[in-house]
């Protein structure tokens, strides 16, 4: 995983990020998610980079799960539930 310097400029802090991670623009929407913080190009809407994001086949956002296997048929239980 790559890191990124942090520094005050002034009264703010800021993050001063590697050239492969910059960004277009000179906004960015900025969203706290528990203990870490997203940012998103503000040029591009969200679903954009959804679209990129699959298209690259990148990391699933929903982990896969087991699925349940075909519920047993019990004598007597469907003239209960009708």
Known sequence: METARLFTNGRSQAVRLPK????KGKEV???????????????????????Q?????????????NQAKKQQQREGLDELFT
């Open 20 to 23: 492969e991670f910059r960004f």
């Open 29 to 51: 929407f900025i969203k706290k998610t528990g203990a870490g913080i997203l940012l998103l190009p503000k040029e591009e809407s969200v679903w954009d980079i959804w679209e």
């Open 53 to 65: 994001t699959l298209l690259q086949g990148g990391e699933p956002i929903l982990p896969e799960r």
